[in-house]
C-alpha cells in the first residue's frame, strides 16, 4: 500500500494548512488512517486518526479543537485540517494506514508515507 502525502508548508502562526494523503483507490475504504507528527529532536506522537467509514475519529489532546481529520473514500484521501497553528506544531507530518478503525500507537499500522513538513514561524 503507497501513501503519499502532501500539503505542507511555510505558515504563520495563527494560519491553516490542509494536509492530505492520497492511498490506493481499490482498497482505501478498508483501512483507518492515523496522522503522526515527528519535530525535530522528538519523538513520533500520534495526532489524530479516522476509521475507514469516517464515523470514528480520535485526537491527541493538544490538537482537539484546531485539526480536523476526515476522508473521501470515493477520492481515496484522508485530510488533516490544521487551524490556529502554533510554532510548536513544526514537524513533518506522516499518514498511516492499518485495517478499518485507527490506533494511537504507530507500531501498529502497517502502511506509512513519506510525510510533508509544515513549519509555523513566529
Known amino acids: 500500500v503507497q501513501l503519499q502525502a502532501s500539503g505542507g508548508g511555510l505558515v504563520q502562526a495563527g494560519g491553516s494548512l490542509r494536509l492530505a494523503c492520497t492511498g490506493p483507490a481499490r482498497t482505501f475504504r478498508n483501512y483507518g488512517m492515523g496522522w503522526f507528527r515527528q519535530a525535530p529532536g522528538k519523538e513520533r506522537e500520534f495526532v489524530g486518526g479516522i476509521s475507514w467509514n469516517g464515523e470514528r475519529t480520535l485526537y491527541e489532546d493538544s490538537v482537539k479543537g484546531r485539526f480536523t481529520i476526515s476522508r473521501d473514500n470515493a477520492k481515496s484521501t484522508v485530510y488533516l485540517q490544521l487551524n490556529s497553528l502554533k510554532p510548536e506544531d513544526t514537524a513533518v507530518y506522516y499518514c498511516?494506514?492499518?485495517?478499518?478503525?485507527?490506533?494511537?500507537?504507530?507500531?501498529?499500522?502497517?502502511?506509512w508515507g513519506p510525510g510533508t513538513l509544515v513549519t509555523v514561524s513566529s
Open positions: 498511516a494506514a492499518r485495517f478499518m478503525v485507527p490506533r494511537t500507537t504507530g507500531a501498529e499500522y502497517e502502511y
